[in-house]
């Protein structure tokens, strides 16, 4: 499967601690896309790469968050001191275009976070 | 500010029940509104991108329509397994990093 793959899928964690996700997009995409989706609502925005480099990282996005792309390759999210209202679904997505002029984001199926 | 609006929220229709979900968007500056599909559990799937008012684009028993204003996704003879939540986001000239997504709206096609 050449697909963008998350891991775990589904991660039930106590408040306060740290959990990491990890993207591995589509192979020789540039560009690498974090979101974050709660029931019934559209993805949100958290942060982009282009290769190794992260251009933007949402303002709404506390600093417990942190995401790094080394070597351009796969992606790792990490929330540190998770609260309950991390509880949502992560996803990630890639894309091959240097522009979003084309809309065409590849998303994995998604990392479920519980915080009990 | 950018904004996009889905309606209805949800919509359940009988099988071959056509019907038309609908995006409006207020943005300065479009450069492309995009459908995608999402189903339970799995992150979304990319259909269709319009650029320009008048434009349309098909794909099996979906058409997509946009003005200046609003698009709609048209859903002719609708099957059960067209049940999902079909999202719309834009990207707009001043904003080139990342989309605008609506909430969505719940589709629900009963046989």
């Known amino acids: 499967d050449t697909g963008v793959s998350q891991n775990p899928r589904h991660k039930i964690t106590k408040r306060g601690q740290n959990v990491t996700f990890r993207c591995d997009p589509i192979s020789e995409h540039n560009r690498l896309y974090w979101y974050r989706q709660t029931l019934g609502q559209g993805p949100e925005f958290l942060t982009y790469f282009q290769n190794e480099a992260q251009l933007e990282k949402s303002r709404l996005l506390s600093d417990r968050f942190s995401a790094e792309r080394p070597k351009g390759s796969f992606s790792t999210l990490e929330i540190q001191r998770t609260e309950q209202g991390d509880s949502a679904m992560y996803l990630c997505?890639?894309?091959?275009?240097?522009?979003?002029?084309?809309?065409?984001?590849?998303f994995g199926e998604g990392s479920r976070l519980t915080v009990l | 500010e950018d904004q996009v609006t889905q309606s209805p929220e949800a919509l359940r229709l009988q099988e071959g029940e056509s019907s038309s979900l609908n995006c409006s968007y207020t943005?300065?500056?479009?450069?492309?509104l995009f459908w995608y599909r999402q189903d339970p559990g799995k992150g979304p799937e990319f259909l269709f991108t319009?650029?320009?008012?008048?434009e349309e684009k098909e794909k099996e028993r979906l058409k997509a329509t946009l003005t200046k204003k609003e698009s709609f996704l048209h859903i002719t003879a609708p099957k059960p397994e067209d049940s999902a939540t079909y999202l719309c986001?834009?990207?707009?000239?001043?904003?080139?990093?990342?989309?605008?997504w609506g909430l969505g709206t719940s589709l629900a096609v009963n046989p």
């Open positions: 997505a890639s894309s091959p275009h240097l522009s979003l002029n084309t809309g065409e984001l590849f």
């Open positions: 986001a834009v990207y707009n000239a001043g904003n080139n990093r990342k989309l605008i």
């Open positions: 319009l650029y320009s008012a008048g």
């Open positions: 943005v300065s500056g479009l450069r492309g």
